[in-house]
């Protein structure tokens, strides 16, 4: 790395132990601001957040909660129960109340599901979100289905669905669009891979990253949560970080059978959200937010094809196809990952993923998160300056 001066090569090396300190996840933008003040951190393009949605709840919850004083009642009071923010929420996604467990983020719900419900075998396919076979208990089998990197890492549907009946696993994961690399697949092929493993006691599809596809020009929203009372075996997650920027709130759902919620709650969950969660499920089921947010959520997508239209016309990377709100590049030319990493933070101040933790993925590669426009076109101005 002769790029870098002495003091920046100590850096370097900081910043590669605080990562490894981490494991499957990130450091946070707190920890680097914390252990290594010396780095200025203009862009966060690790977490996978839309900005502008962090920012219209801001605004709600100035003028609601903090100006109105309303921020003392948030803390001194219990918030409500685990059903009883199912039932806030019946209403507004078109299901029995019954069929949805609140979790202190969609992470608390992958680990409800995955100690609870599987029991012998899970298949993943990979690259994947770590949690789901760190989660796995002592006893199951994890078994990997490996995504083709020839098939730029989406899912071959008719091998898959061979390979789920060969394995014959109690449990499966579709995480849809696919973290790290924003594969996605349509409405139409999820009903043909569930249609197809009906025999699969817990199917689950994580649409943490839902609100960012599309599948036709008007962006409609997209979820397959209303299937569960057909296809009983389904368990649809669904995190709240990423599309509405507030991953510190922690709040999530699940959909399922009726009969698991219960098996949930009487195992615990009773008061696992917070005053600041509440407030948030509350505010997503009101119109006016939900037509304030349908605003920032469309001018995010349009904006985040127009970031990966661009960074397609950079040498020596290759991006990934992608429906989500970040996009898997690979780094050709024999650079590492790491070296990249590092170049991008101590140069030029912007923090990506790196991929190296990342099984089932063959090369260098960094996961980048579309953030606001003038963070885009200043990655994309660096980015040139790395690349070409
Ligand atoms: C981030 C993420 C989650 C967990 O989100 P929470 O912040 O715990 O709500 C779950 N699944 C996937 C695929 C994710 O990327």
């Not at 510190?248 to 009487?266: D, F, N, W």
């Not at 615990?268 to 037509?291: I, M, Q, V």
């Not at 349009?302 to 990934?320: C, G, H, Q, S, W």
């Not at 933070?345 to 993923?353: A, F, M, N, P």
């Amino acid at each position: 790395m002769a790029i870098f001066t002495p003091s920046e090569q100590v850096l370097a090396a900081q910043i590669l132990k605080l990562k490894q300190e981490a494991g499957s996840h990130s450091p946070s933008i707190f920890t680097f601001k914390q252990k290594l003040p010396q780095l200025d951190i203009k862009v966060d393009a690790c977490f996978l957040s839309n900005p502008y949605a962090t920012e219209l709840f801001l605004e709600y919850f100035n003028h609601e909660i903090v100006e109105t004083g309303k921020i003392r009642d948030l803390l001194e009071w219990y918030p409500s129960q685990n059903a009883v923010i199912a039932e806030i929420l019946a209403d507004f996604l078109k299901l029995k109340p019954e069929h949805i467990f609140i979790g202190n983020g969609a992470i608390e719900i992958i680990q409800a599901i995955v100690h609870n419900f599987t029991e012998k075998k899970i298949l993943i396919n990979i690259p994947t979100f770590s949690s789901y076979y760190e989660y796995a208990k002592e006893g199951v089998e994890v078994v990997y289905n490996q995504l083709l990197k020839e098939h730029d890492y989406a899912i071959d549907i008719e091998g898959y669905i061979s390979r789920v009946k060969e394995e014959q696993p109690d449990t499966i994961v579709l995480i849809n669009p696919n973290n790290p690399n924003g594969a996605y697949l349509t409405t139409d092929e999820l009903r043909h891979i569930v249609t197809e493993l009906h025999f699969v006691k817990n199917i689950i599809i994580d649409e943490s990253f839902i609100h960012f596809a599309y599948e036709d020009k008007a962006f409609r929203l997209i979820s397959t949560g209303n299937w569960v009372e057909e296809f009983p075996n389904l368990i649809v997650l669904k995190s709240m970080s990423k599309d509405f920027g507030i991953a510190g709130v922690r709040a999530g759902y699940g959909i399922m059978q009726k009969e698991k919620v219960s098996t949930l709650l009487k195992t615990g969950y009773l008061w696992n959200s917070n005053g600041l969660a509440e407030y948030f499920f509350r505010l997503y089921t009101r119109a006016d937010f939900a037509y304030n947010y349908e605003k920032v959520r469309v001018k995010y997508i349009l904006e985040t094809m127009e970031f990966i239209a661009d960074l397609k016309t950079i040498p020596n990377i290759r991006v990934y196809p992608s429906k989500a709100n970040f996009v898997l590049v690979e780094i050709i030319g024999g650079r590492s990952s790491a070296e990249i990493v590092s170049l991008l933070l101590i140069k030029y101040g912007i923090y990506v993923r790196t991929c190296e933790d990342k099984i089932g993925l063959q090369g260098d590669y960094i996961r980048l998160a579309s953030r606001s426009k003038a963070e885009n076109d200043y990655i994309l101005q660096s980015f040139r300056d790395v690349f070409q």
